[in-house]
């Protein structure tokens, strides 16, 4: 359990420092091929974990690219997997939020005298909603994934067994009542985690 | 106004198109710095556009505008942008309290000294207010508090864009009594309004835009008493109707 918070956790807020940034950035200006970023960010929010895996461990494994940093079948290469599958959740979510803030209102806060950083920041506050509904989709998204992490954690018992890897071994090997009591904590864990997500969203409101 | 006063706002030749529409038009014209200018016009005459520009929101299309002697460039520098705020016809209001509305515009300027917002409020009678949040007022309560949130960094230049429009006459009353205390303090300001009256009560000079031109500017008591043009005349004279 606590390796399933820790992965799933560090994956969220890299997701989180990364998309939030760049999903306010799409959203709020205007560029050459802004269109085709956007398409990607979309296409992005549907991308099968299992592919996620997949690339994560071609380029992990010994004879990919990365493969000399020894991460595949570690944490590390989980939480690489899953900040991939939640940062185009992040991303097009925050685009979407901060799109949704009337334009006039940057306009306004530019008259006020605010900078470009100012009026960026104004407009993420304005669409705390919005960026609240990204992370904790985001989140709903990653600790319910089983795909990716199978793939390039391996489901190595005290190392890489998340709880939603051990489900999948329980109910393999018939032991259906540890599977839905581990299904059980999970969702008790995500409900917990998503008190917390909204409590601090109501201190910033 | 006296015409010794130095001119804040110098525009010459300016154009200002969006795609093939040319919405302003403007030969020359000059704000002196602590003049309250009265801007009227019927609906899309380019009122609002003018404002805009003055703003530094936009780049005019064509032509120049000067502010104190110097032509503003673009895109318009921090210190020169600060120098003026606008309140706009339909103001809105951030998702927080009536006071850290009216605090915004000292937090982006990294002034976060309360005192001088008290009196501001008390002034366009929003004290009880303030910790109200400010997207639940009254239309006529969000025109003030966009009034309070303009005048609380202390612009060199106020741009109002309908600053009395959903008021009731107590209010604008009100309204009117703090745009004299602007005044009072060597405020340049431009008031755009539908009101003529409103103009005539408040503004040094007045300028009549019809489909981006100006049709006739002068000082007030003349503008109003004797204006030159026919079709000031038929404006004023309520038979112009768009």
């Known amino acids: 359990m606590s390796l399933t918070f820790q992965v799933t956790g560090l994956a969220l807020l890299i997701a989180t420092a990364l998309g939030v940034p760049v999903g306010a950035l799409v959203g709020l200006t205007r560029f050459p091929g802004r269109g085709l970023v956007t398409l990607v960010l979309y296409t992005g929010m549907g991308l099968p974990p299992v592919v996620v895996g997949l690339v994560v461990y071609m380029m992990l494994s010994r004879s990919g690219p990365f493969g000399s940093m020894d991460w595949l079948f570690t944490p590390s290469a989980m939480v690489v997997a899953q900040s991939i599958i939640a940062f185009p959740l992040v991303a097009a979510l925050t685009m979407t939020a901060v799109e949704g803030v009337d334009p006039d209102l940057r306009q306004q806060v530019r008259a006020m005298g605010a900078t470009r950083w100012q009026t960026g920041w104004t407009v993420l506050r304005e669409a705390r909603i919005g960026l609240t509904a990204a992370i904790v989709a985001a989140f709903g998204g990653i600790i319910s994934e089983v795909g990716a992490v199978m793939l390039v954690g391996g489901n190595i018992e005290g190392q890489t067994r998340v709880l939603t890897t051990a489900i999948v071994l329980s109910t393999r090997q018939g032991e259906f009542a540890l599977a839905m009591a581990l299904g059980i904590v999970l969702l008790l864990l995500a409900l917990g985690a998503n008190a917390v997500l909204l409590q601090l969203h109501g201190r910033v409101r | ?242």
């Open chain 2, 1 to 242: 106004m006296s015409a010794a006063h130095p001119p804040a706002f110098e525009l010459a030749d300016v154009r200002h198109r969006y795609g093939p529409r040319t919405v302003l038009s403007i030969s020359r014209l000059s704000i002196r710095r602590g003049e309250t200018l009265g801007v009227i016009g019927p609906s899309g005459a380019g009122k609002s556009t003018l404002l805009r520009l003055l703003q530094g929101l936009e780049r005019p299309s064509e032509g120049t505008i000067k502010l104190d002697g110097a032509s503003v460039p673009y895109p318009i520098p921090l210190s020169l942008a600060r120098r003026i705020t606008t309140v706009f016809q339909r103001p809105l209001m951030l998702d927080r309290s009536v006071r850290d509305n009216v605090l915004f515009g000292l937090w982006v300027r990294g002034r976060k000294d309360r005192a001088p917002i008290g009196p501001l409020l008390e002034r366009l009678g929003l004290s009880h207010l303030a910790s109200a949040q400010a997207r639940q007022l009254s239309g006529g309560e969000i025109q003030r508090v966009a009034l309070a949130r303009a005048m609380a960094i202390e612009p060199d230049v106020l741009l109002l864009d309908e600053p009395a429009a959903n008021l009731d006459p107590a209010n604008v009353e009100r309204v009117e009594a703090f745009i004299r205390d602007a005044q009072a303090h060597g405020t340049t300001i431009v008031l755009v309004t539908h009101n003529t009256h409103e103009a005539r009560r408040l503004a040094d000079s007045t300028l009549l835009l019809m489909e981006g031109a100006v049709v006739e500017t002068g000082p007030t008591a003349a503008f109003f008493e004797s204006p030159a043009e026919a079709r000031t005349r038929a404006f004023l004279g309520g038979e112009l109707v768009y």
